[in-house]
């Protein structure tokens, strides 16, 4: 057994995709439930990455979602190819919100999700090009004694 070793997960994500919205964040959640991680970590992982999977699913065209469990942190990256984000800060404003009406009726576009990402997160990084695409790279630190790979 190797501490160093991680545990990786990879989701393809489809804009407009509400059927299986979830599912990436819940087989994260579901995993680290497994691996025993404390439940305040479970609980801010699921958050965030729930978040930033509807956004790519309610914002995106299509994307990715990729997850690296550490013995020290967890990585999660979303890459999507999208409209981007024109102002950063402005999205990260609570209640900011672009979303088009039919969103809206659905109970999304409250403009919570980047904040609130933000606020379960140790470190946020966001990325974006307008008319080409948003990258988010979410870091929750972890503290697992082990992983065992077996
Ligand atoms: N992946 C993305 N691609 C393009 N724009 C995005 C993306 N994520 C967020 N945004 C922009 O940032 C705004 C704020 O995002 P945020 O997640 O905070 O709110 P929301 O998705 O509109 O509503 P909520 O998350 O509460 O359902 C969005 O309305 C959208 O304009
Ligand atoms: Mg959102």
Do not use: C
């Not at 680290?32 to 065209?61: C, P, Y």
């Not at 009726?105 to 080409?132: F, H, T």
């Amino acid at each position: 057994m190797h501490i160093t070793d991680s545990i990786e997960g990879f989701f393809q994500l489809m804009g407009g995709d509400f059927t299986n919205a979830g599912s990436a964040s819940g087989e994260l959640k579901s995993t680290l439930t497994k691996l025993g991680v404390s439940q305040d970590v479970i609980r801010r992982a699921a958050i965030a990455a729930f978040e930033a999977e509807m956004n790519v699913i309610i914002h995106a065209v299509a994307g990715t979602m990729h997850y690296s469990i550490g013995s020290e942190e967890l990585k999660i990256t979303l890459t999507d190819m999208g409209p981007g984000i024109e102002d950063i800060e402005l999205a990260m404003r609570e209640g900011y919100s672009t979303a088009p009406d039919w969103v809206r009726e659905m109970g999304w576009g409250a403009g919570m999700g980047l904040p609130n990402i933000k606020r379960n997160s140790d470190n946020l990084k966001i990325d974006s090009v307008v008319g080409e695409g948003t990258t988010l790279e979410i870091i929750i630190s972890i503290r697992i004694i082990a992983i065992r790979k077996d």
